[in-house]
């Protein structure tokens, strides 16, 4: 029998989602956290859909079985491709009373109250951008809203090896926002639609005209699900509250250790697990 009551389990394909878990917690500190990256099989943005499911499904699996009552997906790709099978197919077998919520939602919902032109580009994985989840999310809330999104392939792995500050990133962020412009003129609200790109921030700042708002989604993630839970009171009830965080990989500790320092600024105590 799994436990009612547990942490909240935050799952991305690898080290991105600690910049979400970041914000969330700055926001909900007093709740306790699992945070799981699936380090070994990132990334998912060029993966099928079959794959990132299974491998989703997975994750949302095990957090349930460590006693998770809710998990954030804090990864885009599989917000995309995953998300809404977990919760229409399978969780009504497993457990009807848990809830997997995504990063898709929270991010346009906000972004009809940003943009003036009603023009938004975004910049995200292959995977995210051939999903077309974020023109039908906002479509759905704000249907004069026109989406252009670009695939950066190259930009998760510039934050992976910690070349994002380096001379060489300059050329892959202005190339891809160069390309998205180019597409639509009249962009005046870019989504970061990617956990990774928050560390690139001032790049992709320096690359884009000031009129252009950036908007990176910790924050709007963090909002919504402080919302979600004063919502639910049944929820917030089974999250317990004892301020912690564990870390999991299913890559080697000391990978996760060195790379959450560049994500997180600071030391994690990690433990490695296999997914199945
Ligand atoms: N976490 C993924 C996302 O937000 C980026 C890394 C990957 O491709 O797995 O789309």
Known sequence: MLSTTGPIGVFDSGYGGLTILDKIRELLPQYDYIYLGDNARTPYGTRSFEVVYEFTLQAVRKLFELGCPLVILACNTASAKAL??????????????????????????CIGELTV????????????????????????????????????????PLVENNEFNSPGADYFVHKYIDQLLEQDPEIDTIILGCTHYPLLMDKIRQFTPSHIRLVAQGEYVARSLKDYLSRHTDMRTRCTAGSSCEFLTTESVEKFQEAASIFLHQQVHVRSITLE
């Open 117 to 156: 032109s009603r023009h938004v580009g975004l910049l995200a994985t292959a995977g995210t951008v051939k999903s077309q989840s974020y023109p039908l999310e906002v479509r759905k809330l704000y249907p004069d809203v026109q989406i252009t999104g670009v695939a950066c392939p190259l930009w998760v």
């Open 84 to 109: 809404r099978s977990i919760q229409q197919n399978d969780l009504p077998h497993i457990d009807p009373s848990r809830r997997v919520l995504g990063v898709i939602r929270p991010t346009a919902e």
